[in-house]
């Protein structure tokens, strides 16, 4: 009895061979547990051992394994190949970020700019040690929790055209962990934090396409963080017209 | 190696058209489809009778303050909202040179229309 | 010697068309030029007013013609994915709070569906008095 296989094209790309990435096709036995993730160990381990891939935890926890399956960015583990076959599958980089190797991409950008949102909690006034912890009730919580889910796998800024167009576009993720800090009950930091915000590459580089909180694996929904966040923007304005600092 | 020297932020104006721009898409959302359905189908094609949009009605409408105030907004404020759209669809489709320009004259131009129909309603007065 | 040469890709100028989600945001943008006619139209139709009732009637008259109607019927069509769009969108601008938990997005959006209706009927109901 013939095995069920699948047809998996990867966008290759060897920085010491190549001058520009090219497609090569694999066979892959077909099962429908077996995730694009696994799929790829498979290729590695029997069919070509050069491929080079991202990943750790395999349970969409990580965000290292992004890659664009079909056009869309997706977490490799997260995605099965049930959910293409019997089409074939293609594999590309994340869009929108450079190719270090075959499907790694280099994020550095991307991590500059979640460092860039002074993202820890800006203390208001020290409380001394014997006050005991600063405390927030589960509803100051839930004003930020879904911003604080993201696990930095960059899909979001593979989904953005507009960081596509314009690489100093601060992005999705990185202002909604924004918007998480200035959020936060604990946190005084609104203020320097504003600053970023109001630049042309703050929130208002974004068009809101809105793809960005499509594909996020986590429900982020940095889409809704950047709206709310030109809302305080605007705000912010108003008060800087009658109170200039 | 870590950079304590604080940044120059440089604030954005875009507030001000992204108010306009999110007033006009709300009233163009509302308003709109119904507008178009009345003057461009429902009149023209005799379904509603003609007269009810009659050179009279409109005009007492349009001279009286509160009948010009709403034909100015529904006139003019879509087209905030419109040419902020066109503005940074420009940008979309990789329309990059004369971004300065490209600004003056879509602003420009909602600003040009908005005038002129003020003008226009006040004369009429 | 460090073996790294990053590939930068290029954005292709019709990255648009090649996804079905950008294509569609691309309509919602692009309606905006229909809206702008629309509101020219009327911007005319002001002008006409303004110039007496022959004037307002050629305006009128005008309108009725194939092409006239037929280019409603395409505005028209835009309009509505624009107000849907909008609708759709609308939640996510809205930081709504009630009793410590957000306000469901489907709440929101049917609010606008709503007003919709409201404002439209209203419209129609003053426009024949
Ligand atoms: S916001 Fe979502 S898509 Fe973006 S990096 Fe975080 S988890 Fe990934
Ligand atoms: S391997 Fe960790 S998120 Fe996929």
Redesign the pocket.
Known sequence: MSELTVEIDILRYRPELDSEPFTQTFEVPYTPELSV?EALQYIKDHLDSSISFR???????????GMMVNGVPK????VFLRDYYPKKVSLEPLANFPIERDLVVVMDDFIQKLESVKPYIIPGENKCLSEGPYQQTPEQMAKYKQYSMCIN?GLCYAACPQYALDKKFTGPAALALLARYNRDSRDNGEAQRMKIVNQEEGVWGCTFVGYCSVVCPKDVDPAAAIQLLKVESSKDYLIGMFKPD | MPNNTEKTYVRSHEPVFWGLFGAGGMLTAFFTPVMILITGLLIPLGIIDKQHFSYEKINAFATSWYGAAIVLVLVALPLWHTLHRIFHGLHDLGVHRGRDWQQVICYGFAFAVSVFVFTLLLQMF | MSKRNPYIRKLPMDWWMKQLFYTKYMIREGSSVFVTLYSLILAWGVFRLSQGEVAFNGWLDALQSPFAILLHIIMLILALYHTITWFSLAPKAADLWVKGKKLDEKVIIAAHYCTFVVVTVFCLLIITL
């Open positions: 993730l990943w750790s935890c395999r349970m969409a926890i990580c965000g290292s394994c977490l490799g583990c997260k796998c």
